[in-house]
């Protein structure tokens, strides 16, 4: 391969893998001071020119001027070393250009190895630094196949590949090969075998980013996510704040005919979602987090201690603790609140007691 073969090579890896030409330079060179230590008698004391402009790429190996050479690798004659340079003299040194077709067989071996590590290593840290930039946001992914033993899928998301655990689908989700599904990238991780990218549609980040792509008043920053707690699969409580008043933050994330949210809840295989408008009074707050039970009173026990208790009619009790008793906690999750939760008959009783 000659010099402009190369930089024709090295643009068609930029632009293919997205693997810079000034890396992959680097892996050349180093596979070049490997391949002349091996051939050249332990001499690593190369000279490399790049001219990328010029499409030139050339190697000189620096030799020692001498009378008599007792080790070509490393030493050169008087004679030869001035039809390189015309005023070299006795113990100075001379770049000798490379011809790298002379390489030994296992010195050249070596060097395409580095080479080719050298890609691996380029697109290991492409995917890193894309996955890197994209951490916390929510992506489109194509599932490539099921294991059918742990349940987990292989996913490719644009060029690279990932790995979504079973643990991290939600209950109702049924993938199959080719599937088009929406992950959010919670981390990405360096590890020995390459960069390590941590897929979830468990986390409640993935409803936030749902939203923001769906209510254009989130993306532009007129309606606030305040808050989010979430049991995937299940029921998400959202709460929401306009900074317009002119804007309805319920009816804006809801949608026209509930289109907006519709289209979230379709994504989360189900998901019930429930909206709710964030109200720095408290009490007022944890009323609309308790929805869609009516709440007759929310009396403050302990401000420090974040606890209240709330009154309810006798037929909304099992309505406000929900079932199994979600309802009551995904409303303290979503306020940071501990809530009590009492029928009015049993305040009428204590009432009496007093």
């Known amino acids: 391969m000659n010099s402009k073969e190369l930089f024709e090579a ?3 890896l930029e632009k293919e893998r997205g693997i810079s030409s000034d890396f992959m330079f680097d892996k050349i060179k180093k596979a070049i001071v490997t391949a002349c230590k091996n051939s050249y008698n332990g001499n690593e004391d190369v000279v490399i020119k790049v001219n990328a402009n010029k499409n030139k790429f050339e190697a000189y190996l620096q030799k020692t001027v001498v009378e008599d050479v007792e080790d070509p690798g490393n030493e050169i004659s008087l004679q030869e070393a001035r039809k390189i340079h015309a005023n070299v003299g006795i113990g100075e040194k001379v770049g000798v250009k490379l011809n790298t077709k002379e390489f030994g067989r296992i010195a050249a071996q ?8 050298g890609i691996r290593d380029g697109e290991k840290s492409v995917m890193l630094q894309e996955f890197e930039s994209r951490k916390g946001t ?3 992914a194509v599932i490539e196949k099921i294991d059918p033993k742990t349940g987990a899928a292989s996913v490719r998301i644009g060029k690279s590949e990932s790995y979504l655990p079973r643990s991290e689908f939600l209950a109702n989700d049924r993938f199959k090969e080719g599937d088009m599904v929406k992950v959010y990238i919670v981390d990405v991780k360096e590890t020995e075998r390459g ?3 941590v897929l979830s549609r468990t986390q409640p980040e993935i409803v936030e980013r749902m939203f923001e792509r769906e209510v254009p008043e989130i993306a532009n920053g007129v309606i606030e996510i305040k808050q989010v707690a979430r049991e995937p699969g299940s029921r998400t409580k959202i ?13 804006a994330c809801i949608g026209a005919r509930g289109a907006r949210v519709a289209a979230i809840v379709r994504e989360l295989g189900g998901e019930k979602i429930d909206i709710i408008e964030y109200n720095e009074d408290i009490a ?13 009173a929310v009396d403050i026990v302990s401000e420090g201690d974040k606890s209240c208790r709330v009154i309810v ?4 009790l099992s309505l406000a603790i929900g079932n199994r008793g979600q309802n009551a906690r995904l409303a303290a ?3 940071g609140w501990k809530i009590d939760i009492k029928p009015k008959s049993a305040q009428n009783i204590e009432n009496m007691d007093e």
């Open 10 to 12: 090295l643009k068609i």
């Open 110 to 117: 070596t060097a395409r190895n580095i080479i080719r590590q």
């Open 138 to 140: 929510l992506t489109s």
């Open 195 to 197: 960069p390590k990218v």
């Open 239 to 251: 709460a929401v704040l306009s900074h317009d008043k002119n804007v309805d933050a319920i009816g």
């Open 284 to 296: 007022q707050y944890i009323t609309a987090a308790l929805a869609p039970a009516d709440i007759l």
């Open 313 to 316: 009619p006798d037929d909304q």
């Open 333 to 335: 999750k979503l306020t």
